[in-house]
């Protein structure tokens, strides 16, 4: 659906797939060397428009010359001088990891992430660390320290968050792909008001060693990419077990399941009411009629608990942020601030560190697991994820995946959601699988027409929406099968 | 309800300093976002789950030599904000007097 054209030969290079991309340059029709000045190029031009990148790399002669070298040596590897982009709460040895913040603004990574150290051995190469929300807390990179991202679709509006930098340089083309952070639905909301596929893994899928941490039990990294096939190609390539990060899972941990043929499709249609754009509920139940008459089985679930995922969410999430962000107090590394006593230290450090919605989440965190609340809020949202997921597991022995659009609605304007709460409802389809460490992936279902902001009234653009699929746990093959189905209808 | 002084001893416990502005706008938002999360008292925990081993939980690994010692010695202390040869300088914490 996202493919600008069905002949590779009509693409400029830095339009492929990442399938397209290894095949020409396989076919000597295209040489490492130009695959990245393609890209290189168009970054550039772009960047100070869209400001997806914080930083565009330099050129890095000997990966490029070595990822000829395997290319022209037969090299099995699909991603093999592949230029790839990599959001900036991901550690690449020797580079700046900032998470967009002013707290990291100078930190250098002192180490590979695994992510990063398998990409590297399978040959790929990296344009640039991209723009995000800060610490990743965010669904529009409005809460970035150094400026937002634009949507290419419609400068005027946001690209999604919190990895709406990995986002849009992938759908404005100056890169083949890109990897995200996915705590809350940071990888598939992007993707889904960019107009591309998002996967959030199976919790324990990916490792996390070298990921700037915001909920430690909810964050997973995941690709963002142009097609289905490209997103599972850079999710096979990062997962696996890492003694790096004891979190992560030995493959067949869970039963497997069926992965190809017709697929039972869950719908929640309680959970499609208000608060769902008109137009994207009837986006959505098009895409499902077309599934339904490629084959596949409508089947209605109930899940009454999803009701309480968001707020269940906006408990855990920045009680472990709260925890983790603890940790960067100006002493060992970032921004250090010095005062009178050792506390004004810290104090100064963290308050001149943190932006705005850091501090809020901060804050919130403190409240929820202080004494006397503890058990109302933590304690409560922690056995929710324990209902929500049985209610799960319950649904999948009627049907094979869930859907729900991935957002209620397409991108918004700028400055819109200026209200923390009505920034964080837009997350209400993308949590769940979070809590539930469930896998799950958005495929683009196509676009709605909006007008422009004011001072840009009459003009329409056409914006991206996504189709959001939950599998069980460890099913990723079901996702990448389902959204075959969306993008072949 | 929230009430600034309760921010304000959050922000403390946080280690966080907020101008009276700030303190006032995270208030009024606070109260918002918690009458949100607050819906979570109307969920009835079935009594079976109450008690269950939750499925995500701590793992330690075992004790060893992960890597060469000193291997990272150079790089760690280049990040550090002072420091005296190897070691990180911070603040005297405890006084003689």
């Given at each position: 659906m996202t493919n600008p054209s069905t002949n590779p030969r009509d693409l400029r290079p830095n339009e492929m797939t990442i399938v397209e991309a290894a095949r020409a340059l396989r076919a000597r029709a295209l040489t490492v060397r130009e695959l990245w000045d393609a890209c290189a190029t168009v970054a550039h031009a772009k960047n100070p428009e869209l400001h997806a990148f914080l930083e565009i790399f330099d050129a890095d002669e000997v990966a490029i010359a070595a990822a000829q070298k395997r290319i022209e040596a037969n090299d099995a590897s699909l991603l093999c001088g592949i230029p790839l982009a990599i959001k900036d709460n991901i550690l690449i040895e020797g580079k700046i990891a900032s998470a967009a913040s002013k707290m990291l603004e100078n930190y250098r990574a002192t180490y590979d992430a695994t992510v990063?150290?398998?990409?590297?051995?399978?040959?790929?190469?990296?344009?640039?660390?991209?723009?995000?929300?800060?610490?990743?807390?965010?669904?529009?990179?409005?809460?970035?320290?150094?400026?937002?991202?634009?949507?290419?679709?419609?400068?005027?509006?946001?690209?999604?968050?919190?990895?709406?930098?990995?986002?849009?340089?992938?759908?404005?083309?100056?890169?083949?792909?890109?990897?995200?952070?996915?705590?809350?639905?940071?990888?598939?909301?992007?993707?889904?008001?960019?107009?591309?596929?998002?996967l959030k893994p199976t919790y324990g899928a990916v490792s996390r060693s070298g990921l700037i941490a915001l909920g430690s039990s909810l964050d997973q990294i995941g690709p963002l990419a142009k097609t289905i096939e490209d997103a599972r190609i850079l999710h096979t390539a990062i997962a696996g077990s890492d003694s790096l990060d004891a979190t992560t899972i030995p493959e067949s941990l869970y039963p497997a399941r069926a992965t190809s043929g017709k697929m039972r499709i869950g719908v929640p249609r309680h959970l499609l009411g208000e608060g769902v754009d008109a137009e994207v509920r009837e986006a959505f139940n098009t895409t499902l009629k077309k599934l339904e008459e490629a084959g596949h089985t409508l089947v209605d679930i109930e899940l009454p608990t999803s009701a309480h995922a968001l707020a269940a969410y906006y408990v855990i999430m920045p009680a472990e942020v709260s925890t983790n962000l603890a940790r960067l107090d100006g002493m060992r590394y970032g921004h250090a601030t010095r005062g009178e006593t050792l506390l004004d230290d810290y104090v100064l450090s963290r308050t001149e560190g943190f932006g705005e919605e850091t501090l809020r989440r901060v804050l919130l965190g403190t409240f929820v697991l202080s004494s006397g609340y503890i058990d109302a809020y933590y304690r409560k949202a922690s056995a929710a994820r324990g209902v929500l997921r049985r209610e799960y597991d319950k649904a999948f022995e009627s049907c094979d995946v869930i859907a729900f659009p991935t957002t209620p609605s397409p991108a918004f304007v700028f400055g819109e959601k200026s209200d923390p709460l009505s920034m964080y409802l837009g997350d209400i389809f993308t949590v769940t699988a979070n809590l539930t460490g469930m896998p799950a992936v958005s495929v683009p279902m196509g676009f709605v027409e909006r007008e422009g902001p004011s001072t840009s009234l009459g003009v329409k653009k056409q914006l991206p929406i996504g189709i959001h699929f939950t599998a069980p746990h460890q099913a990723e093959e079901v996702l990448f099968s389902i959204g075959s189905a969306v993008e072949k209808i | 309800m929230a009430t600034i002084e309760e921010v304000k001893k959050l922000a403390s416990l946080a280690r966080i300093k907020l101008n009276d502005a700030e303190l006032e706008t995270f208030t009024s938002e606070f109260d918002a976002i918690l009458a949100y999360i607050g819906q979570l008292e109307k969920l009835d925990i079935p009594s079976d789950l109450k008690g269950e081993k939750p499925a995500l939980r701590n793992v330690m690994r075992v004790d060893g030599t992960p890597h060469e010692s000193g291997a990272y010695t150079e790089k760690l202390a280049e990040q550090f904000p002072a420091r005296e040869g190897d070691a990180l300088s911070v603040k005297q914490i405890l006084s003689h007097d």
């Open positions: 990063v150290k398998k990409l590297k051995d399978a040959g790929a190469l990296f344009l640039g660390r991209t723009n995000m929300d800060e610490f990743a807390m965010g669904s529009s990179t409005e809460h970035s320290a150094f400026g937002a991202t634009k949507n290419p679709h419609d400068p005027s509006r946001v690209p999604g968050g919190s990895s709406g930098g990995s986002a849009a340089a992938v759908a404005a083309h100056m890169v083949i792909a890109a990897l995200g952070s996915d705590t809350g639905g940071s990888i598939r909301q992007p993707a889904a008001l960019t107009g591309l596929v998002g | -």
